[in-house]
């Protein structure tokens, strides 16, 4: 991801990764904020929970957005397994920003904003809670882990 040039030539150019269980809404949170797209059709298997990826992935990240879904608590409790994998495979600073998503499904909330919001305090990472579908936060959420890292590394560069 990065802040681009008409010309497409990249002032900055920052590896951020997507993490989360399946069928999170991680696709569409991407395709929302690439080119506001959203789409119904679900390609995930629901029961395929936590599944480690390969250190590839991970490699050179500066950034991640771990996702669960606020309807299903199990996706909340995994996020200490994403957050320990992604924390064992890249630098300290990372920016870390957990994402709540699916906020639009109001009647269906199984994980508290404060809950989730007093986790990220104690795990040290940024918190917003998104809908891909109503397209709340989606920029937001991005544009504040770019912000965070540009912030990192200007410190570093000093
Ligand atoms: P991924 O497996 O984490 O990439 O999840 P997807 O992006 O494929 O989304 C899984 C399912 O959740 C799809 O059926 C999406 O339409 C749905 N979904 C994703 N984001 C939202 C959201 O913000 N609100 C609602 N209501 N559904 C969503």
Partial sequence: MGAYR???DYDY???VVLIGDSGVGKSN???RFTRNEFSLESKSTIGVEYRAITSAYYRGAVGALLVYDVTRHVTFENVERWLKELR???DANIVIMLVGNKADLRHLRAVQTEDAKAFAERENTFFMETSALESL???N?????LTQIYRVVSRKAL
Avoid: G
Avoid at 141 to 145: C, L, S, Y
């Fill in 6 to 8: 008409a010309d497409d």
């Fill in 88 to 90: 064992d495979h890249t």
């Fill in 141 to 145: 959420a991005f544009t504040e882990v």
């Fill in 137 to 139: 936060n989606v920029e």
């Fill in 13 to 15: 150019l920052f590896k």
């Fill in 29 to 31: 949170l991407l395709s």
